[in-house]
């Protein structure tokens, strides 16, 4: 083994710091080759062959590809494409990609672990050989670049050892690099680019579309259309100096010449306009910022421009229509500070989905892509394949955006399926919300028991045996992965009972550091989209041996307690246990066994007491402050072969959902309080924050309109004034009132108890002290943690390292807070894509109510679908009223909470963003209001149509009329 | 706690050694003429002197009956880290040093040989680059065996750390020898003395909480690090005398 040789460094931390660090370098690396007859390989590990096929006419025989940094970073989409193989990665470039994108170097590190492609990393830098140490002056790329041309000519040299010359693989070094290029050619290594490689490549269709248009972005100085960025040395000083400030870039979604970017030192966001405020930034990405004198300012336009329809070339347009419409307004209040983009620190580029623009000129090359996100602009990519992808929902990679042309470039990655299509539009909404949703591989299928898996007899006897308990579980109807089931019988003691609540003891087969482990805390949760659930654990356990069903024996981890009759918890005891449920019920047939008198089975008495306690624990919860929030929940009823939607209905409540409800709650506190108590460092807990008083503003305002003061001072205050909030015959009013409310809320995050002081621990909504998730190990990787932290502190399982690591849980935390708020979206987004389908061929009249109001549009809500969306208001015939949010034309006010009646359909002129149309029916406006067809009955059905398209050309009028106004005054 | 990223994917540490490799390890003795036993020793970039004076008449206040008082001093010269030290021994830390350095050479010196007498034992750090204690109780070893002072066996020190599964290595794995960058990383550190001809312990100090699941691995490793120390401190020790003599024998010839 050899040793030795030391660098330099120096590094700045305040001072200038000289650090010296080891470097050792070694003669035990391999090369990897199968070719070469002088490394001690064993068998298993060559991993390039020794005479590699080729597959590029440029050279037509045998040879190894060694790779540049920026290919890799760049054309990480060819890569992954199963074309090229043997390929040498070197540890060079490896350090470098991972310092300056770890998704990519993520990437190539799967490239590289699987064995078909044949990828090798040689640790360049360690081995005696190749090192090469910086030259005084010498920048530390041009360093790099020096030490991938002398790997790659080692490999040259060191294949051709103990071969017979000719019969060994070549060397070539594929590089973007001209300087490098030459440089190589100068020393005799073999150097190609990665265009002119990929452009030869026989017999795979399609890699051509991935290559990465990379074009550095400040270099195409000719035709500019945008000025160019500062570098970040430039940044980096003006950050530091005050003139420029850093923030993340957050594209409008109504309007694409706009956007907002958070900065610190500003109380409002920064406002930036036009393509040359945006300057080519992209929603997302960390940008520099340059902020304007006070006089500049302008105020945030509230007009909605989409960009057009055709490939109007690589031009600026449309600026001025922008910006003249917004004039500085007298308002002081309305402008806000306004900057422009000078610099990107950091591009936040992710893969997007959507759809190609149909071209022009068929068989053209060059084409444009919609993406679905409305606020990330069009790309410009290339691909022979157009025909076949028109149809077709695609994924595409931004790759750069140079000065001279309008949009940026970026490559084709893959197709979806076809545009309407369930499961395309369905993956769509998974990639989108960043869902991972592949299917579970073979490592992680591995770690399941057999399929006729049965409790062993020792695991019995390791548990508390109650299968001759009668415990039965109550779930919607449909459900599955039935993960909690309930019990509850008197004790010898008059008046107390036992009560218990048993979880599913998923545990027990997602042992941790499993690859089934590390899978399901990398999907955090379960994701339910209305035709399709997204599995955390494979299906054999989350239907079938975790699934608590009914007449099955199960493992389960208890929770009972010892209650009276006044629902006081006099004990409360954690076990694992065995249960056999005597009957897994919907709400609908628990609530009828509770009601039928006749039944007296002890079933039926069972769900008695709990429904009798569940009452009471209730009623003490919300005593103490709880808040009962709304929203609107909506069901789809699925044809059962086509999976389309066929009716929605919003879902109903019932008694026992809440007595479930109750229980679930009481057994999270109490393991809560436990883990709290053991774990005061490493306890995963859930807390909710008070909202700040800021976000209550506009619904006191429209309460107060319609004659209601709430006190949202403590949420104990909150839910006795919400509770009083009743309007006598309009009982949809105070559900409204919720839905509002739970709108001005914070979201609930899980933490680790290590990392906040006890008092930030408090659930707000539940107005309890401390919370935790433990009743759904199934479908939530949080309350898998929660039960091995609770096993650990009953001393029914060990604890292992990571469940006690502090970083780790904090690590843990971010990724379910992460995943579980995307869960969320990704299932609201479901909704949104079925309700669409449902209304493809209908049109409804309904009932509805006003949500918020508008400057130019009015929020409502249809309370029968749970259907939310914009109604819009020409603002000629409508006045905006900013004090006291109302809309009114002539003798119509319409305000918060006031109920209409509008007409449904589905508008899908934009295949991309197809929406609902809200039009108003009720209360009538003349020249607005839609008139049902039975009051007009002799207009023919032409005038309807006629009618929307003038509506529709008012609106764009209105628009247009507001920018020609501030035209005219300008001038 | 175990780091993140300190190993690669190929299962190399960041200054290119592999987990079960120690530093270079380089000494030589008798540096120093007027001490009784002196030793010079470097790991890797971690350099320290050692100085032993003694046994010799003890002063009054630490007399003791029972056998040898063992005084030890731990300095750290005020150029040794990247940024320069104020005080170069008495702080808080030294003073620590200074403690667990006694109790390590205590373990290994036949104590009760010299009753009434003191061994002083000085060690300076040059150059600290992690595992500064390690390289001082190896340093001293060799000095106090420089000095003809009987010992059980020779005391060894090894630090040893945990690195997590990180992208593309198989697992968490135990690292021998840890230096200042692994140190710095957040890591634990596990600081074993060892007496490993006769598998004694004499010190053991850990720098963060670790999981119980981890701790023999842990300490196998750190323990296997001593053992291969012991190697280097033996021949090095067998050399010096190889030299040594000779030099002596052309002196009274």
């Given amino acids: 083994m050899w040793t030795t040789k030391t660098f330099l460094t120096k590094t700045k931390r305040g001072n200038i710091l000289k650090i010296v660090r080891e470097h050792y370098l070694r003669d035990d690396l391999l090369c990897g080759s199968a070719a070469c007859n002088v490394c001690p390989h064993k068998d298993d590990e060559y991993v390039l062959d020794p005479k590699p096929e080729s597959i590029c006419a440029l050279f037509d025989y045998p040879h190894y590809l060694v790779l540049d940094t920026n290919v890799v970073l760049h054309q990480i989409d060819v890569l992954e494409e199963d074309a090229l193989t043997n390929v040498i990665i070197l540890q060079t470039v490896l350090e470098e990609v991972k310092h300056q994108n770890t998704a990519i170097f993520q990437r190539i590190l799967d490239v590289i672990g699987n064995k078909k492609r044949k990828f090798y990393s040689f640790v360049n830098e360690h081995h005696k050989d190749t090192y090469v140490e910086r030259n005084p002056g010498e920048k530390q790329n041009d360093r790099n670049d020096r030490a991938i041309r002398k790997a790659a000519s080692w490999y040259e040299t060191h294949l051709s050892i103990n071969n017979v010359k000719g019969q060994h693989p070549k060397i070539v070094l594929i590089t973007d690099d001209e300087k490098n290029r030459k440089m190589a050619q100068e020393e005799g290594i073999t150097c190609c680019s990665v265009k002119d490689y990929v452009e030869n490549v026989n017999g795979f269709v399609g890699l051509v579309d991935k290559l990465s248009k990379n074009v550095i972005p400040e270099s195409c100085s000719k035709d500019a259309l945008y000025p160019a960025h500062l570098t970040p040395a430039e940044i980096h000083s003006g950050i530091r100096n005050g003139k420029l400030h850093q923030g993340t870039f957050h594209a409008s979604r109504d309007n694409f010449l706009e956007g907002t970017a958070t900065v610190n030192g500003y109380e409002k966001s920064i406002l930036l306009q ?698 | 706690m175990p780091a993140t990223d300190l190993l690669s994917s190929q299962g190399l540490r960041l200054d290119g050694r592999r987990p079960n490799e120690l530093r270079r390890i380089r000494c030589r003795l008798g540096v120093f003429t007027q001490p009784d036993g002196s030793a010079y020793l470097e790991q890797g970039n971690t350099k320290v002197l050692a100085a032993v004076y003694g046994p010799h008449q003890a002063s009054k206040s630490k007399l003791s009956t029972e056998g040898v008082v063992v005084n030890c001093q731990y300095s750290m010269a005020t150029f040794s880290t990247g940024e320069r030290k104020n005080r170069p021994r008495g702080d808080r830390k030294s003073q620590e040093m200074s403690m667990h350095l006694r109790q390590a050479l205590t373990a290994a010196i036949k104590t009760e040989l010299y009753p009434r007498s003191q061994i002083d034992i000085y060690v300076e750090v040059l150059q600290a680059d992690g595992g500064a204690y390690c390289a001082c109780v190896n340093a001293a070893t060799l000095a106090l065996t420089e000095a003809g002072v009987p010992l059980r066996a020779y005391v060894c020190a090894s630090s040893a750390s945990m690195a997590a599964a990180g992208a593309g290595s198989a697992g968490p794995e135990p690292l021998l020898d840890v230096g200042h960058v692994e140190e710095a990383a957040g890591g634990v550190v596990l600081t074993v003395a060892a007496l490993p001809t006769t598998g004694h312990i004499a010190l053991l100090e850990m720098s963060h909480r670790l999981h119980m699941d981890y701790f023999d691995i842990v300490l196998s490793r750190a323990m296997q690090g001593c053992r291969d120390i012991e190697v280097i401190l033996d021949r090095a020790v067998r050399d010096h005398l190889a030299e040594g003599w000779t030099k002596q024998d052309v002196m009274t010839i």
Wanted: aromatic letters at 8%; glycine letters at 4%.
């Fill in chain 1, 274 to 971: 036009g393509h040359i405020g945006i300057n080519r930034a992209v929603d997302g990405d960390l940008v520099a910022i340059e902020v304007f004198p006070e006089e500049e300012w302008r105020k945030p336009s509230d007009i909605v421009l989409e960009d057009k329809a055709d490939d109007p070339g690589d031009l600026l347009e449309e600026e001025s229509v922008l910006l003249n419409a917004v004039k500085p307004a007298d308002n002081k209040n309305e402008i806000t500070p306004t900057g422009k983009v000078v610099g990107i620190i950091r591009r936040k580029w992710r893969q997007y989905c959507g759809i190609l623009l149909p071209s022009k000129f068929p068989g053209a090359t060059r084409h444009l892509f919609t993406p679905a996100e409305k606020r990330i602009p069009r790309v410009r990519i290339e691909t022979r394949q157009s025909d076949m992808l028109a149809s077709q929902r695609i994924l595409v990679a931004l790759d750069s955006w140079p000065r001279n042309s309008r949009y940026p470039l970026g490559h084709f990655v893959r197709a979806l399926g076809p545009i309407g299509d369930k499961d395309a539009e369905n993956e769509v909404i998974l990639l989108e919300h960043d869902v991972p949703h592949a299917r579970f591989s073979e490592a992680v299928l591995a770690c399941l028991p057999p399929n006729d898996w049965t409790i062993p007899p020792e695991e019995i006897k390791k548990r508390v045996d109650l299968r001759s308990i009668c415990i039965c579980s109550v779930d919607p109807p449909g459900c599955t992965d039935i993960d909690d089931a309930l019990h509850a019988r008197p004790t010898a003691t008059a008046g107390v009972y036992e009560v218990g609540v048993h979880i599913a003891d998923v545990t027990h087969f997602v042992r941790p550091a499993t690859a089934l482990d590390k899978e399901a805390a990398s999907r955090s949760t379960t994701v339910y989209l209305v035709d399709k659930r997204i599995d955390m654990v494979p299906d054999l356990l989350s239907s079938n041996l975790c699934s608590l069903r009914g007449g099955e024996e199960r493992l389960a981890f208890s929770c009972v307690w010892e209650i009276d009759e006044n629902a006081n918890i006099l004990s409360t005891k954690f076990h694992k246990s065995v249960i056999k449920s005597a009957a897994a019920m919907t709400y609908e047939e628990a609530q009828i066994a509770i009601d039928d008198s006749s039944r007296n089975d002890e079933i039926a008495r069972s769900l008695r007491t709990l429904n009798k306690l569940a009452k009471k624990l209730k009623k003490k919860r919300l005593d103490n402050g709880a808040l009962l929030l709304a929203s609107p929940e909506i069901r789809f009823q699925v044809d059962s072969e086509t999976h389309e939607p066929l009716e929605v209905q919003a879902k109903k409540i019932m008694d026992t959902n809440s007595m479930v409800e109750e229980f679930m709650l009481l057994a999270n506190v109490s393991v809560a309080q436990r883990l709290a108590e053991d774990f005061p460092q490493c306890a995963l807990l859930r807390r909710h924050p008070s909202p700040p008083p800021a976000n209550f503003e506009h619904f006191l305002l429209a309460a107060r309109q319609q004659g209601f003061e709430i006190d949202v001072s403590t949420n104990k205050s909150f839910s006795k004034s919400l509770d009083e909030a009743v309007i006598p015959g309009r009982p949809y009013f105070n559900i409204l009132l919720r839905i509002m409310a739970t709108r001005c809320m914070m979201q609930a995050v899980y933490f680790s108890s290590g990392n906040h002081t006890q008092e930030e621990y408090y659930h707000y909504g539940l107005a309890c002290p401390i919370y935790t998730h433990f009743t759904s190990p199934i479908r939530r990787y949080a309350d898998v943690l929660v039960h091995r932290l609770l096993a650990a502190s009953i001393g029914a399982d060990v604890t292992h390292a990571e469940l006690l690591d502090v970083r780790y849980a904090a690590a843990l935390c971010d990724n379910l807070n992460y995943r579980h708020r995307q869960a969320q979206y990704a299932g609201r987004a479901s909704v949104a894509l079925n309700t669409h389908i449902l209304f493809k061929y209908r049109v409804e009249i309904e009932s509805a109510v006003v949500l918020a109001v508008k400057r130019n549009a009015l929020q409502v809500l249809i309370p029968k679908y749970g259907l939310e969306g914009p109604l819009y208001l020409p603002s000629d015939m409508f006045t905006y009223n900013e004090e006291n949010h109302m809309q009114i034309c002539g003798d119509v006010t319409l305000k918060t909470f006031d109920e209409l009646t509008v007409r449904l359909s589905l508008d899908s002129t934009n295949l991309q963003h197809r929406k609902l149309v809200f039009q108003l029916v009720k209360p009538f406006v003349p020249g607005f209001s839609y008139v049902p067809e039975e009051q007009k009955e002799k207009k023919p059905e032409q005038m309807e149509v006629d009618k929307e398209q003038e509506n529709l050309k008012k609106r764009k009028d209105t628009a247009q009329s507001k920018g020609s106004k501030k035209k005219s005054k300008k001038k």
